[in-house]
């Protein structure tokens, strides 16, 4: 008898998420709808979350390994293992709700040939979750990027792509520290439609960002937020300037100022976020001393 072909692969990338990746697997598995396949990808864990992983016997779950190689790295690779005409990423340490495969897969058929599907999330936060903003509508996004900078919609574990875009597009940018999930969903935005469903359907764990280990880390990717400007897009211009000014500051902290000029001569453009500018405008001019002795300073004052 031959295999029934899935109608959607989970990606789900694995690195040191040992306390919660048991969970996530869970409510995958609590999905009404079945038919789905789950690739995991090991990116090299130094905990336990491989054995939790491999507690599980249901045979939709299939593991792969890898040397730590990064996020995006471990994301790529999933697709590639990928049977499913359609990509639904899920981070080890988030939740979704049971009928999220089954509703999402609703809102394909509802509105077909988009790149993004994305849902609403709930944000985790220590002591409580957060509703999400209520301000967008069901259906197509006029404007992406105006979204993204008004209610902050992209969380990948809410986000569903057709796996012809992720191949189409390049994927996920190798070495990009941080924002490598929005990068993705603005290269997919630029060339497709994206729909969106406010509905809560999936819960992120914001207690395990990991963004304060990444302040000082300047990106090592090929690919920069400043490729994704074009003249005339006033929205998708405002987000390329914010997430490549936290890139330049990360480089300015890094001590890699000749990267972190060159996005503030690019970025100079800005007008909603020309605090941010003038930080980074800062960062570059004051003496080497005041940067390392912010950086012995700074996890000091988060304690």
Same mark, same amino acid.
């Given at each position: 008898m031959s295999q029934v072909r899935p109608e959607i692969s989970v990606v789900i990338?694995?690195?040191?998420?040992?306390?919660?990746v048991g969970a996530t697997l869970q409510s995958v598995l609590d999905q009404t709808f079945g038919n789905y396949e789950v690739v995991v990808v090991d990116d090299g864990s130094t905990d336990d979350g491989l054995q939790t992983v491999k507690l599980f016997t249901d045979a939709r779950i299939k593991v792969v390994s890898q040397a730590n190689q990064g996020v995006s790295s471990a994301r790529n690779h999933g697709v590639r293992q990928a049977q499913a005409p359609f990509i639904a990423f899920l981070d080890a340490d988030d939740l979704w709700q049971p009928t999220y495969l089954q509703e999402m897969l609703g809102f394909i058929q509802q509105y077909p040939n988009c790149g993004l599907y994305i849902a609403a999330h709930k944000v985790a936060e220590k002591n409580k979750v957060q509703d999400p903003d209520k301000g967008l509508p069901n259906g197509l996004v006029p404007d992406y990027f105006k979204a993204e900078l008004d209610h902050k919609i992209t969380r990948l574990s809410s986000t569903v792509v057709p796996r012809a875009v992720c191949e189409k597009v390049g994927c996920f940018p190798m070495g990009m520290v941080s924002g490598e999930d929005t990068y993705f969903c603005g290269k997919v935005a630029i060339a497709h439609p994206v729909a969106f469903l406010n509905k809560p %359907?999936?819960?992120?764990?914001?207690?395990?960002?990991?963004?304060?280990?990444?302040?000082?880390?300047?990106d090592a990717c090929a690919e920069s937020w400043c490729d994704l400007y074009q003249p005339g897009q006033y929205y998708q211009n405002e987000l390329v300037a914010v997430k490549a000014l936290k890139a330049g500051i990360r480089f300015a902290l890094s001590m890699?100022?000749?990267?972190?000029?060159?996005?503030?001569?690019?970025?100079?453009?800005?007008? %909603?976020f020309r605090k941010k500018w003038r930080y980074l405008y800062f960062l570059n001019r004051v003496p080497t001393a005041f940067i390392v002795l912010y950086k012995k300073i700074k996890p000091l004052l988060a304690k």
């Open positions: 990338p694995l690195y040191n998420k040992g306390p919660y %359907l999936v819960i992120y764990n914001q207690q395990y960002s990991g963004l304060s280990t990444r302040s000082f880390k300047g890699h100022r000749d990267q972190s000029r060159i996005i503030e001569k690019k970025t100079a453009y800005t007008t %909603l």
